[in-house]
């Protein structure tokens, strides 16, 4: 059972370089989510994807681009890499949109891609 | 800016002893709350949902919801050295045409043997 798999796990760029974190479930999900995790921060969340086709922004979009690939796949774009970067980034999926009706409010995570950014 | 504060810990208990995890929340109008845990260097795992004032218990674990005071728990009762882990509480609020849920920073748990 792979569940929720990020590519890479971790990563270490120079200010100003650019880079694609990768993530696939196969869960047959249609809600997929991106969060940071900061020491003391807990975890905020950067986008969302309610349904494949849509995405959303979260609380800390900034310096963020994603893209719903398909159903399967949402990736996470740092389009210039800026030291206030460096963090841990977990995707996680749920079966719906977590607060739709029926919903079981349920996330499943992969296992966090650490980002170093010098 | 909707919040979700938990106390940062650490909190040790010595192993059979019940831990009791507090969480407040800013948003009168969020509908669900849930515990996750998460052991260091992993990533979070959903342990309890709770939707409604009072008290869901699952195992040794037991949620409390007071809506009027904005307050959420989690009690371990015997607890172990395999529940040391933060435990993070998340809540969901409105935004607009959508919801989200916020994460609260976590309770960080150390059960003494």
């Known amino acids: 059972n792979a569940g929720v798999t990020q590519t890479p796990k971790f990563q270490v760029l120079k200010t100003g370089q650019s880079m694609t974190l990768q993530c696939a479930q196969d869960?047959?999900?249609?809600?997929m989510y991106w969060y940071r995790q900061d020491p003391g921060m807990g975890l905020r969340l950067i986008y969302y994807s309610a349904s494949e086709g849509t995405t959303d922004k979260g609380e800390v979009p900034n310096g963020y681009n994603v893209s719903r690939l398909n159903k399967r796949e949402f990736s996470l774009r740092l389009e210039s890499a800026a030291p206030s970067q460096t963090s841990v980034y977990f995707c996680?999926?749920?079966?719906?949109?977590?607060?739709?009706?029926?919903?079981?409010?349920?996330?499943?995570f992969g296992e966090g891609s650490r980002l170093t950014v010098l | 800016q909707k919040e979700v504060e938990q106390n940062s810990g650490p909190l040790s208990v010595p192993e059979g002893a019940i831990a009791s995890l507090n969480c407040t929340y800013s948003?009168?109008?969020?509908?669900?709350f849930f515990w996750y845990r998460q052991y260091s260097g992993k990533s979070p795992e959903l342990i309890m949902s709770i939707y409604s004032n009072g008290d869901k218990e699952d195992g040794r674990f037991t949620a409390q919801l007071n809506k009027a005071s904005q307050y959420v728990s989690l009690l371990i009762r015997d607890s172990q050295p395999s529940d040391s882990a933060t435990y993070l509480c998340a809540v969901n609020w409105n935004s607009g045409s959508a919801r989200q849920l916020t994460f609260g920073s976590g309770t960080q748990l150390t059960v003494l043997p």
């Open positions: 948003d009168r109008g969020s509908q669900s």
């Open positions: 996680a999926s749920s079966e719906a949109y977590m607060w739709e009706t029926g919903g079981t409010g349920e996330l499943f």
């Open positions: 869960m047959n999900h249609n809600s």
